[in-house]
């Protein structure tokens, strides 16, 4: 099978890229740095700066992840603006090159979040649940669900990935929690109250391959555990695992004047099923945050 990947390079798609290798995948990277890609996801992994270059060689399927990171910086205008670009219009210039493709990939798999729903409360939300907020982490979700979705009229099933926070060792956001944690300064966030729908990164790759092999896979799925946790419970599984405290909460206060707009991301929540997947039959890895998080340990 021959696959196309934005966003090839980052913390899903380099494992993407090792997992499909190894099963004998052809694989295409489509990066702002084509000349890193071999390094970054393997020897055998092809970068490309235009989808042009690929010519009419036939592709198989497309699998969309490519965004800037979410909750590195403040929610600035200018950075509000890149994080739509680089989803909605990179996405835009992907369906315009699917729209001149003479024979078109089967499906697309394309990126989303569980910050779709806006913050949840207390509502169970499945792949069925209507956003309940009108934030702009999920008016940016809506809007790259939405874009990804018109390549169904060009015949194209597309799949769309509502991921939650991907636990790893090699990025993501518990790379971003380490050093306060490690220095005994780690806690709940707010009243610690909100839900994190968490994901182990092999479950991620996992239920990402097991979508692509299923024929009937089409539309929103939740990518996450099926047994989301509050995010003191979270702080206090992570100081354990870390051998460290983890009493220090950041109050709400200090995190809306610190981080303005953005401090919604983080104490703000989803309690969100993966019920489609149960449904079609994917088993998880993993379902116990102690579990996962002592599968990562050593290597945090």
């Not at 970068?47 to 600035?76: F, K």
Request: hydrophobic content about 45%.
């Amino acid at each position: 099978m021959h696959i196309l990947l934005t966003g090839g390079t980052g913390l899903i798609g380099r494992q993407l890229c090792r997992h499909w290798s190894s099963q004998g995948h052809r694989l295409t990277v489509w990066s702002r740095q084509p000349a890193k890609v071999a390094k970054i996801c393997g020897a055998q992994v092809r970068g490309i700066g235009r989808l042009e270059d690929i010519g009419q060689e036939p592709v198989d399927a497309v699998i969309n992840l490519a965004g800037a990171p979410i909750a590195d910086r403040l929610w600035t205008h200018k950075r509000k603006g890149l994080l739509w670009s680089s989803r909605i219009t990179l996405t835009e210039t992907l369906l315009t090159w699917l729209e001149s493709r003479d024979h078109k990939p089967q499906v697309l798999i394309s990126g989303s979040a569980v910050g779709w729903y806006g913050d949840g409360g207390e509502r169970e939300l499945t792949e069925d649940s209507p956003p309940v907020v009108d934030d702009f982490a999920s008016q940016l979700s809506i809007a790259w669900e939405e874009t990804a979705q018109r390549a169904e009229a060009l015949g194209v099933r597309v799949i769309l990935l509502r991921t939650g926070l991907v636990l790893s060792a090699e990025g993501g956001f518990l790379s971003r929690l380490l050093l306060a944690f490690k220095l005994g300064l780690g806690g709940p966030m707010g009243n610690g109250r909100q839900w994190m729908p968490w994901i182990h990164i092999k479950d991620q790759i996992a239920l990402i391959d097991f979508l692509l092999h299923r024929n009937e896979a089409a539309g929103p799925y939740n990518a996450c555990a099926p047994t989301p946790v509050r995010n003191r419970e979270f702080a206090k599984t992570l100081g354990s695992v870390l051998h460290r405290p983890a009493f220090m909460p950041m109050p709400a206060f200090a995190l809306k004047v610190g981080l303005g707009e953005l401090s919604l991301l983080l104490l703000g929540g989803q309690r969100a099923i993966p019920a489609r997947l149960l449904a079609a039959g994917f088993t998880f890895q993993f379902t116990d945050l102690r579990a996962a998080l002592d599968d990562l340990s050593s290597r945090l």
